[in-house]
């Protein structure tokens, strides 16, 4: 069955980065678009970027620009996500999602603070 | 980008009642081939959004057929036919259809 394994719970400090991995089973990671979502506490869901692992495209949010970074080993079925210039609004849970979103991972928690 | 607002927010329900949340788009969401791609997905306190309904009105594997999505170009509803306890939580939609992807607001249903 299709599986999103994301990494464990993080916490920075302003101004650093965050790399987040999302690990994909079940299928061929080479044919399906992932997406990384985050949500903020309390908040509603906001799309962050897009990487097709086949060839390594992206897109990002224009908001994030410059500070995100995605990319794919497709070695070992994973997605990066890379945040830098973490700021207190950062704070969030992010969230990987295959193509569609019909399958997400279980989330990981980032907490930015000082 | 393409905007998604949802109405109700907040969307009290007795059990065994219906319920009908609306979502409508600032474009038209009918992709080049033809189809109309606006995603329902229902989330619990904790947990990963689920998705419930693709394509306007194709359910996921698993879904009760209480839920059911409806709509065309802009205007969508996702109705639940009568109300259960596990179905408290937060709804969104979701247009699929060009980058960025975008959500509605959300609409947090409770039981009343």
């Known amino acids: 069955q299709v599986q999103l394994v994301q990494s464990g719970a993080e916490v920075k400090t302003p101004g650093a980065s965050v790399r987040l991995s999302c690990k994909a089973s079940?299928?061929?990671?080479?044919?399906?678009?992932i997406h990384w979502v985050r949500q903020a506490p309390g908040e509603g869901l906001e799309w962050m970027g897009v990487i097709h692992p086949s060839d390594g495209r992206t897109n990002y949010a224009q908001k994030l620009q410059g500070r995100i970074t995605v990319t794919t080993d497709t070695s070992t079925s994973t997605v990066y996500m890379e945040l830098s210039s973490l700021r207190s609004e950062d704070t969030a849970v992010y969230y990987c999602?295959?193509?569609?979103?019909?399958?997400w991972g279980q989330g990981t928690l980032v907490t930015v603070s000082s | 980008d393409v905007v998604m607002t949802q109405s109700p927010l907040s969307l009290p329900v007795t059990l065994g009642q219906p319920a009908s949340i609306s979502c409508r788009s600032s474009q038209s969401l009918v992709y080049s081939d033809g189809n109309t791609n606006l995603s329902w997905f229902h989330q619990r306190p904790g947990q990963s959004p689920r998705r419930l309904i693709y394509k306007v009105s194709n359910r996921d594997s698993g879904v009760p057929d209480r839920f059911s999505g409806s709509g065309s170009g802009t205007d969508f509803t996702l109705k639940i036919s009568r109300v259960e306890a596990e179905d408290v939580g937060v709804y969104y939609c979701?247009?699929?259809?060009?980058?960025?992807?975008?959500f509605g607001q959300g609409t947090k249903l409770e039981i009343k």
């Open positions: 079940g299928y061929s990671i080479t044919h399906y678009y």
């Open positions: 999602a295959r193509d569609g979103c019909e399958y």
């Open positions: 979701m247009q699929p259809t060009q980058w960025p992807y975008t």
